[in-house]
């Protein structure tokens, strides 16, 4: 899908920004069923502004074998250990161009509540980021709050996931960066508080059964817009603040839900979101049974 993270990457345009992330999926450990209740369906097709952006092709347990981002030529492989983990992710930009070798893999460590994805390409480049979980295995830190020093500069990034009564109800994203004497600093923190329907969410079993979707879709590739919980976002504010609190500024998204008269699931997202970032952008649905 297509990114709009850009805006406060603007915030330290010219600084020397080394972000520490990670994406991965969470752990499957539960004796029961976590997706008793859940509604039984899956998103085939996902829309952006009435354009395909993601399909998706399933295994016989619901896992997500193949990702199709756009239409096509790209595309996602996973891979799954016997406990229905995911435990790499190969992605392909142009098709299997490179006749089965991937452009890019994840490769997911589980180690406790945290997990550890390296991602590397077939140019030598390698990542490290670190996913850390609650008790509820909800995703609650990307990064580390420790501050890290070079030679010359220190810094410290991270991004913070609040849930409450099943539904992210806080996402907070703060980067700090410096001289080791504290001069030539860049700084700035983004918050979006979220509010939600009282329907059922169309993909809560999708994000249940397949966690590093949550990644791809609420992390790697954008803000969190996609609820993973139990209900439907209608809106969220939005708290911006770089170098001074002076430089603060608050917008407002709301979220215009459009439901299936049948299932009483979301097939429709229009999101209007006003402030310098004032823009519109929209979602729609396909789903499928689940096996």
Request: aromatic share 14%; net charge neutral; with cysteine.
């Amino acid at each position: 899908m297509k990114s709009r993270k850009m805006s406060l990457a603007k915030i330290a345009a010219g600084a020397l920004f080394v972000l520490i992330a990670a994406a991965s999926c969470k752990k499957n450990n539960d004796v029961t069923d976590p997706t008793q209740g859940m509604p039984a369906y899956l998103p085939s097709v996902i829309y952006y502004n009435n354009q395909p952006a993601d399909s998706f092709v399933y295994n016989a347990d619901n896992t997500v074998s193949k990702l199709i981002l756009n239409d096509g030529p790209r595309f996602y492989s996973f891979d799954y250990n016997s406990n229905k983990q995911c435990i790499r992710v190969k992605k392909f930009w142009n098709g299997d161009l490179h006749a089965g070798v991937p452009d890019e893999v994840d490769s997911l460590i589980y180690v406790g509540n945290k997990i550890n994805m390296i991602t590397s390409n077939n140019e030598g480049h390698r990542d490290t980021t670190v996913f850390s979980y609650d008790a509820n295995n909800n995703l609650g830190l990307v990064g580390s709050k420790d501050t890290v020093k070079t030679s010359d500069r220190k810094y410290v990034t991270f991004e913070e996931f609040t849930n409450v009564n099943g539904n992210l109800s806080k996402y907070y994203y703060s980067f700090f960066n410096s001289a080791l004497n504290g001069s030539d600093t860049y700084k700035g923190t983004r918050s979006h508080t979220y509010t939600y329907d009282n329907q059922q969410n169309g993909l809560q079993l999708f994000f249940a059964k397949n966690p590093y979707m949550f990644i791809y879709m609420n992390w790697e590739d954008d803000y969190p817009y996609f609820s993973a919980g139990k209900n439907n976002i209608t809106g969220f504010d939005i708290k911006i603040e770089r170098l001074l609190a002076a430089e603060s500024e608050n917008q407002k998204a709301t979220v215009q839900n459009t439901y299936d008269p049948v299932t009483g699931l979301v097939i429709y997202q229009k999101f209007v979101q006003t402030g310098s970032e004032n823009a519109t952008w929209s979602f729609q649905f396909k789903y499928i049974k689940k096996n």
